[in-house]
Nanobody, 123 residues
Framework: QVQVVESGGGLVQAGGSLRLSCAASGRTFSRYAMGWYRQAPGKEREFVAVLDWSGGSTSYADFVKGRFTISRDNAKNTVYLQMNSLKPEDTAVYYC????????????????WGQGTQVTVSS
């Protein structure tokens, strides 16, 4: 059974930084693309970043380019989202997604989701 657990959210002032972590278990972590999504109040969940199974290819939403970095540590079965220069509009619940099929470069349909971690950026 695949489990995905996020951590690292919290309250931070605008301009500050946070690092989110996502631990995945229940299968060979290094074979699967991992990604981050977010959902702000009253809005739909949106894509933030993805890292392919090899760690060699990344993709970011335009609104986080240059500020957020996704990375993975296969030895720890963990993917990270380093968030710098945070803005109030980054306030949302951040969800980790694990691709269902191996060897991919993107998050496929119906991924495994974590429970989410709240990020609040004050102005």
């Amino acid at each position: 059974q695949v489990q995905v657990v996020e951590s690292g959210g919290g309250l931070v002032q605008a301009g500050g930084s946070l690092r989110l972590s996502c631990a995945a278990s229940g299968r060979t972590f290094s074979r699967y693309a991992m990604g981050w999504y977010r959902q702000a109040p009253g809005k739909e969940r949106e894509f933030v970043a993805v890292l392919d199974w090899s760690g060699g290819s990344t993709s970011y939403a335009d609104f986080v380019k240059g500020r957020f970095t996704i990375s993975r540590d296969n030895a720890k079965n963990t993917v990270y989202l380093q968030m710098n220069s945070l803005k109030p509009e980054d306030t949302a619940v951040y969800y980790c997604a694990a691709a269902r099929r191996p060897w991919g470069v993107r998050i496929d349909e119906n991924p495994y989701w974590g429970q989410g971690t709240q990020v609040t950026v004050s102005s």
